[in-house]
């Protein structure tokens, strides 16, 4: 499997080698691609915890140029003597200005030569570029670090597997033009690494590498295990002494191997837990620059070596041909060490300490840009002398050379930009603002830029709450104002390494609403680190949740945890317990269901998110408890009706003013997809935007055509829903749907319908008098004083629930739901009359079988049990005695709420109907005028007649050709048409 | 000795008046090598003018004296509103390779190489925040000499004119960086008078095209003190006599003549913010049944007569036109919070002016403006609205509605109350008309007074209200808590009003009776 030309480089070998042998070759291209990192290595350009200045681009240019050359990697042995492994560098910071002419001075001497080497009109570095084996560039840490295999190494393991600067490989991928020259030259390996040091610490980078190659061989989980127990954290019970033993890291890069991952999310706790590598973690996070880029070098040789050893004891699929392909397959690749697991800290908290250091942060994405081609490397041509330089991008910037570097050009301004020669990786600014709950009372939420590369890109949205690790820069900006001073600034921004998808202290999002779009989202973070045992929460909280689970399951124990939660849903609000728990079942939601077998790919899908409408008198605390459910609410978006258009709703299509491109802004429905959407004043939203809902609640989607973009997006979300009664107080007399300004259809769509009403009693009233005034004498607000669960508890069982359990009805359960819809169907018989009420639908089956499962999640029970659908029937009999009885019968009737019209109602207008005919017949055929027909028919009933219903009685008969009205308002005269 | 040290003092205030920087420089040169040296400006800039005197000659930056009135680097003081701090820390060199001071715009002249060559580790932070001169303050609280005599040439044009509370009227608005950032945080519409160097600065933040805008460096900051107007005066005697002579005042300055409505107006001014939790918020007042205005543009009398008087009052114009156009609560637009009516300081007079009302359409954003000021005279919060989220922000204001109808077109308040002309109907006067009471003074240092109170009930006194809240419902059944409530309010701000603190009967029985008149 090893691929002959890499018959080991020692590393003596001498410049002349080089020169002679690897124009073309991608080996020395990759070791070029070392060169910068080296500088930032060794040329103290700055102390390493303020950053790089813009002075390393100086180094990076000359190296580039060497590059251009065909020039090997520059001889770094002289600047430091070896041996003196970690003395700290005596450094001033005026080195660099001593350090770099020498260097370039080497340039100059080798110039000629490379000329010569170069036809003018064919780029010297051309095949090198397009044959590079791709570079351990990453876009999150700007200096590559690509550390060359130290010697040791490679002596001990075979030979090309090891490296990673692999000709094999280069050749196998990427055939160039210069196939001659592919015959691969040995690579120089540098100075033994004991001298490489962080510029302006102790840190030894040899050490690093090796701390980490003994870390990620050696670390087992028990030590993480022992390390939480010592910090007194909860541990998870392993299921054999075995897997504490596994090597756990070994695991994982067999299996990015298998997937072709090549992210490995690193828990920076496993660090700290494994005690040899204890160091790491605060190099770590004070260094990352140079660190991660080291660990993603051993980690690379790692691979390999493992690998390698799989070949050789012929592990399944890496035997022969097989093995020697996926070998080559690993060296091509460029493997990242992602850490994460750092305490977040509050971004306003980001300090110019920070700069430089790995940290932590939470928040929610408010913009993304597009894609944004990212400037890796620039290429510049002389005009004059077709020289040819790469420049590095460093801290953001690229600079242009000013003059031709060759000495015997030197031209000033005539390097020009190759576009097409260019390298570019993608990259994508994302603004993340404050969460709500971050931000500290009474002050206006901070944001901050992060820029996120390669596979981050595009992984979250608008809208995600995101927990991000990264590496906090401060920059230098020069702002030429309008003003006569030239003003430096310093910008900040996080350059991501690791993103993390929602925050705990919220619901977590329903993963089966999610799975199209965002499962790739926990996928980035490859293989390891959010281990499998801990798929969605990140391992950083692990065992800290192995604690809080068993909390929760202890909790889930008590008899009376369904009063205890509906108790501390919304602990300032009295009463209202049937409400609340409507609410509770809500967050928990039922299970989503698909038939897998379907027709066209998964079937239909039916939605668990239970809909809740609230109806009431103004001031009955409707709106605090939207508010306080969009707290705990996953991906929550509490809306007004009343001041939401359409748009507001749903989608806009809007011109982003980084890109100036259209995007599509997601409206509230949208953003809370996988979670709750709370409209108050719901009946007082358009027409237009009502219709968007009633997509919404059926099909789950919304689309968008607006602006040339045509979409549907997902709108997978439970609906919270408050409206006010018609007239603002609620009239008993009247059937829901006449209280209530929105259409039966819509209506129908919410599982659960409360009335909130504001009774008169004078006994309530004394209560509330003597609290008041009480109140008025303390001048302090009520405390409860109750047992009930802590914000962030409730937020964290339901969160809980909503991830882990999924019940299922057990056959118990099904034959109650069964029996509960044939006893709810059956409510609607009357024993005295023909006549049918329609009390339950399979609408109300569907909501049943909802409600049963989200109690039964409540209970953290695997299966729903009888009690489940009792108290779900308990529920909706409660829910429907409220909203669909009929005032005038006082019988349920759920045609009510489905069609407008009840049995009642419609019995009525039979007889208003027969009786208006009748009247007609009997006048004169002039008609009969409206008011004395209403007058007339008052006379004969013995109830009420409704002008309302009177109108729509005459409409029906219009409509039907029976009867004709003419005349405006006041003198409207019905006729009877003859005939008919 | 003690003479010697204030004379000492007088003359380095002089010279930290006349050049700043260089007094910077001195403290820096003092104390440069102190862990906080921001903390050190704090405390020398605040200690050297400490006293109310000292303090009186820092020039004032204000509408009246703009940034053009002063030099580059000048000395001004700035009494502020603060209006947006979102904006997200700024970092500078605290230290120049040269060894020279950085922040307070004093490396500016410098070259460019010297701060890349600097030390990143002397990176500090500055809060950045943007504050504008306090919307709707009264002429009377400025403490300045009146400079009347000059008016200044150049009428200041406000470079981000978006960021004030009120559009069109004249203020300043400014970058202010604190650097002293251990203190409090500076949150919305907290009113602070900042002490700082002046300059044209560039704005800081995510902009692709660099605005130079006025940035005060900011030596020393404190928060405003409303009671320095009352500084000299002697305290008050005989509250009942004043609040007389003070209703009738406005009765017939601004009420034609009205007590009823007078007493309903000066009561709810006087209302603040008790509890949150369980909302005990000021009383908000209609005066409903106005005469229509004689003109569109004039403005109720009550504006002018009550800003004569209190210290900081807006005139809110709910005209369809402007609730239709005008931005009622603050938003974030591209990162930047562009400002709206409501959002102005704790303890604004808020007059909502609906006189001259047409037949039209409101239209979305109108709509979204009734809906956030209703919710501002009923639970006292404003959203600020920001991408993906609104946060609510407490406030603290009063609310009175002017309205030609027998109740308002859009907004529900606690009280109605109908005017009752006495004399001839002078509701629309200018200005100009308005006779100033010699008792002006009088009545402010009074105002402010009663409104800081706090009303004790006593235990007796809530045992008759609660007989007396039982004993009314059984004769009127519509009787709710809310008119509780209400009466409760009411009848603690009657007896602020009266100087009591402690509520009695009578005073329950009268203020009992002023509700039920209205009731009837």
């Known amino acids: 499997m090893s691929s002959p030309p890499m018959e080991f480089p020692t590393s003596d070998l001498d410049d002349v080698n080089m020169e002679e042998g690897t124009t073309l070759n991608n080996t020395v291209e990759q070791s070029m691609a070392d060169a910068p990192a080296a500088q930032t290595l060794f040329l103290p350009t700055t102390p390493s915890t303020a950053g790089t200045p813009s002075r390393t681009q100086l180094g990076g240019s000359a190296v580039a140029a060497r590059r251009a050359l065909g020039m090997s990697t520059p001889r770094r042995t002289p600047l430091f003597a070896p041996g003196g492994s970690s003395s700290p560098l005596p450094y001033p910071s005026s080195s660099p200005a001593k350090k770099t002419p ?221 093995g020697e392909a996926e070998i080559a397959d690993i060296m091509a690749k460029i493997y990242k060490v992602r850490p994460f697991g750092l305490p977040a800290v509050n971004m306003r908290d980001l300090n110019p300490g920070d700069t430089d250091k790995l940290v932590c942060i939470k928040g929610l994405v408010i913009r993304a840009t597009p894609v944004i081609p990212d400037m890796k490397v620039a290429f510049f041509r002389c005009l004059t002398c077709s020289h040819t330089v790469q420049v590095e991008i460093d801290r953001g910037k690229i600079d242009e050379p000013s003059r031709c570097p060759r000495d015997v050009c030197a031209s000033v301004g005539t390097m020009s930009l190759v576009h097409n020669r260019c390298e570019f990786a993608d ?73 993390r998808i929602g925050s705990e202290g919220r619901l977590g999002t329903d ?212 409206a006010n009664p018609v007239g603002s107080k609620y009239d008993d007399k009247l059937p829901i749907t006449r209280n209530i300004d929105l259409p039966p259809t819509l209506i129908s769509r919410f599982d659960l319908l409360y009335l909130v009403l504001d009774k008169v009693d004078e006994a309530v009233d004394r209560r509330l008098a003597q609290h008041l005034v009480a109140l008025y004498l303390e001048d302090a607000p009520e405390t409860g004083g109750q047992d009930i669960l802590p914000l962030d508890q409730l937020s964290a069982y339901i969160t809980y629930a909503r991830s882990r359990i999924q019940p299922v009805i057990t056959e118990d ?70 909203s669909a009885m009929d005032p005038r019968t006082g019988k349920i009737d759920l045609s009510l709420i489905d069609t407008g019209i009840g049995q009642q109602q419609r019995r009525v207008r039979g007889d208003m109907r027969k009786e208006i005919l009748n009247l007609l017949d009997g006048g004169n055929t002039r008609g009969v005028k409206w008011s004395d027909a209403m007058k007339k028919l008052e006379n004969q009933s013995s109830i009420r007649v409704d002008s309302q219903e009177f109108t729509a009685v005459i409409q029906d008969l219009e409509r039907e050709g029976m009867v004709k009205v003419v005349g405006e308002r006041d003198r409207r005269v019905i006729r009877r048409i003859e005939g008919a | 000795m003690g003479r010697e040290l204030w004379t000492m003092e007088a003359s380095s205030a002089s010279d930290a008046l006349r050049d700043p920087r260089k007094a910077l420089l001195d403290v820096y040169n003092a104390h440069g090598e102190s862990e906080d040296f921001p903390a050190v400006v704090h405390e020398h800039f605040s200690n050297l003018f400490r006293t109310f005197d000292a303090f009186r000659t820092i020039p004032a930056l204000s509408p009246k004296s703009p940034p053009e009135a002063h030099a580059d680097g000048a000395l001004v003081r700035f009494r502020a509103m603060v209006q947006d701090t979102s904006q997200s820390p700024e970092m500078y060199m605290s230290r120049l390779c040269t060894g020279a001071p950085g922040g307070w715009n004093l490396e500016s002249g410098s070259d460019e190489d010297i701060l890349g060559r600097s030390d990143y580790a002397n990176l500090r932070e500055c809060t950045v925040i943007w504050a504008t001169s306090i919307p709707g303050e009264s002429d009377w609280v400025s403490d300045v000499p009146d400079a009347s005599g000059e008016s200044p040439e150049v009428v200041h044009r406000p470079p981000r004119p978006h960021k004030f509370p009120i559009p069109g009227l004249p203020h300043v608005g400014a970058q202010v960086k604190i650097y002293d950032t251990a203190g409090r945080d500076a949150k919305p519409t907290d009113l602070m008078e900042f002490v700082g160097v002046l300059h044209a600065d560039v704005l800081y933040g995510e902009h692709d095209e660099p605005v130079s805008v006025p940035t005060l460096h900011t030596l020393f900051s404190k928060p405003v003190d409303r009671s320095v107007p009352f500084r000299d005066s002697p305290s008050l005697d005989n509250a009942s006599d004043i609040r007389h002579q003070l209703i009738s005042w406005v009765a ?136 993906f989220s609104e946060f609510s922000f407490n406030t603290d204001m009063n609310f009175i509605v002017m309205t030609e109808g027998s109740k308002s077109a859009f907004f529900k308040t606690d009280v109605i109350v109908p005017v009752q002309p006495q004399s001839t109907p002078n509701y629309y006067r200018s200005g100009s008309d308005i006779v100033q009471s010699p008792m002006l003074a009088t009545f402010r240092q009074y105002l402010h007074h009663v409104k800081n109170l706090t009303v004790r009930v006593g235990e007796q006194m809530s045992e008759l209200i609660q007989s007396d809240f039982v004993a009314s419902r059984r004769q009127d059944q519509s009787l709710t808590a809310e008119d509780l409530i209400l009466r409760m309010k009411i009848a603690k701000l009657m007896a602020q009003s009266l100087d009591l603190e402690e509520l009695d009967a009578e005073t329950w029985h009268r203020s009992s009776a002023l509700y039920d008149r209205l009731k009837s």
């Not at chain 1, 370039?104 to 170069?118: H, T």
């Not at chain 1, 990015?256 to 190099?283: C, F, I, W």
């Not at chain 1, 820029?451 to 595009?458: A, G, K, M, P």
């Not at chain 1, 109650?816 to 049918?836: F, H, I, Q």
């Open chain 1, 102 to 322: 020498t260097r370039r001075s080497q340039n100059v001497a080798s110039s000629p030569r490379s000329v010569a080497d170069s036809e003018p009109l064919d780029f010297p570095t051309s095949p090198t570029a397009i044959a590079t084996p791709p570079r351990n560039r990453r876009g999150d840490i700007h200096s590559t670090l690509a550390v060359t295999p130290s010697r040791r190494r490679v002596k001990t393991t075979k030979a090309g597997a090891s490296d990673n600067l692999n000709s094999d490989a280069a050749r196998l991928s990427v055939p160039t033009s210069s196939a001659p020259q592919l015959s691969a030259v040995p690579l120089p390996s540098e100075e033994p690494d004991e001298i490489r040091a962080i510029w302006g610490t102790t840190v030894n980078l040899g050490e690093t590498m090796k701390l980490f190659r003994d870390f990620l061989q050696g670390f087992k989980p028990k030590y993480r295990i022992a390390h939480d127990r010592e910090n007194g954290l909860r541990t998870r019970a392993l299921s054999s002494a075995a897997e504490g033993e596994t090597t756990l890291y070994e695991v994982y890069l067999r299996r990015m191997r298998q997937t072709g991952e090549t992210n490995l999310n690193l828990d920076v706790v496993n660090l700290l837990a494994y005690p040899p590598s204890k160091k790491l973690h605060a190099q770590l996070t004070k260094y990352p620059q140079e660190v991660i880029p080291a660990m993603d070098q051993v980690l690379k040789d790692l691979m390999l070596e493992v690998a390698a050893i799989d070949a050789d004891t012929g592990a399944e699929g890496m035997v022969g041909e097989e």
């Open chain 1, 427 to 499: 990259r994508q600014v994302i603004r993340l603002q404050e969460t709500p709950d971050a931000v500290p009372d009474g002050q206006t939420p901070h944001t901050v830029s992060l820029s996120v590369y390669d596979e981050l890109v595009d992984v979250s949205k608008p809208g995600d709450r995101l927990v991000v690790s990264g590496i906090f820069r401060s920059v230098p900006v020069r702002i030429n104002s309008r003003t006569r001073t030239i003003k430096s600034l310093f910008k900040t921004y996080l350059d991501v390494v690791h993103i």
């Open chain 1, 511 to 722: 993963k089966s609403t999610r799975s199209v779009v965002t499962d790739r989202i926990p996928g980035i973070g490859g293989v390891g680190g959010v281990g499998e045992e801990e798929e969605e929460d990140g391992g950083s909280a692990k065992m800290l949740k192995t604690e809080l689970e068993e909390k929760l399951r202890e909790l889930s124990q008590r008899p009376d945890i369904y009063d205890l939660l509906a108790r501390s849903l919304a602990p300032s609000i009295w009463a209202m317990d049937d409400v609340k728990k409507g609410i509770l079942l809500m967050l928990f939601g039922g299970t989503n269901k698909s038939i897998a077998r379907g027709g066209g790919g998964g079937g239909p899908r039916y939605r668990g998110d239970i809909n809740v409408l609230l109806v009431g008198d103004p001031g009955t605390s409707k709106s605090q408890i939207l508010k306080y459910v969009h707290k705990i609410a996953p991906r929550g978006v509490y809306t007004s009706g009343k001041g939401s258009s359409a748009v507001g709703l749903t989608a806009y299509v809007t011109r982003d003013p980084d890109s100036k491109q259209l995007v599509l802004e997601s409206g509230a429905l949208v953003l809370s997809d996988g979670g709750v959407c709370c409209i108050d004043e719901f009946d007082k939203m358009s027409d237009a935007t009502r219709s968007v809902l009633h997509e919404v609640m059926e099909q789950q989607t919304v689309s968008v055509a607006k602006a040339g973009i045509i979409t549907t997006l997902n709108a997978r979300t439970s609906i919270l829903a408050a």
């Open chain 1, 813 to 882: 359960a099904s034959h109650e739901l069964v029996r509960s819809y044939v006893e709810m169907r059956k409510a609607g018989e009357d024993p005295r009359s023909s006549e049918k009420r329609i009390t339950a639908t399979t609408r109300q089956l569907e909501s049943m079988i909802r409600l049963s499962e989200a109690h039964a999640r409540m209970r953290f029970s695997p299966f729903v049990e009888l009690d489940d659908v009792k108290e779900a029937y308990r529920l909706m009999r409660e829910a429907i005695r409220t």
């Open chain 2, 252 to 387: 017939d300055e601004a009420l034609a003549g009205d007590t009823n409505a007078a007493e309903w107006v000066l009561l709810v001014c006087m209302a603040q913010v008790q509890v949150r939790q369980t909302p005990l918020l000021p009383p908000s007042l209609t005066l409903s049944k106005l005469p229509p205005p004689p003109a569109l543009s004039a403005s109720p009398a009550l504006c002018t007569v009550l800003s004569l008087l209190l210290p900081q009052v807006i005139k809110l114009p709910a005209t369809l036109d402007s609730l239709n156009k005008e931005r009622y609560v603050p938003e974030s637009k591209e990162e930047d919070l562009h400002s709206g009516y409501l959002q102005v300081p704790a303890g604004t007079t808020v007059i909502i002016s609906e006189v001259g009302l047409q037949e039209g359409k409101l239209h979305e954003k109108g709509v979204a403006n009734v809906v956030a000021a209703q919710n501002a005279i009923t639970s006292q919060t404003i959203p600020y609205v920001f991408p």
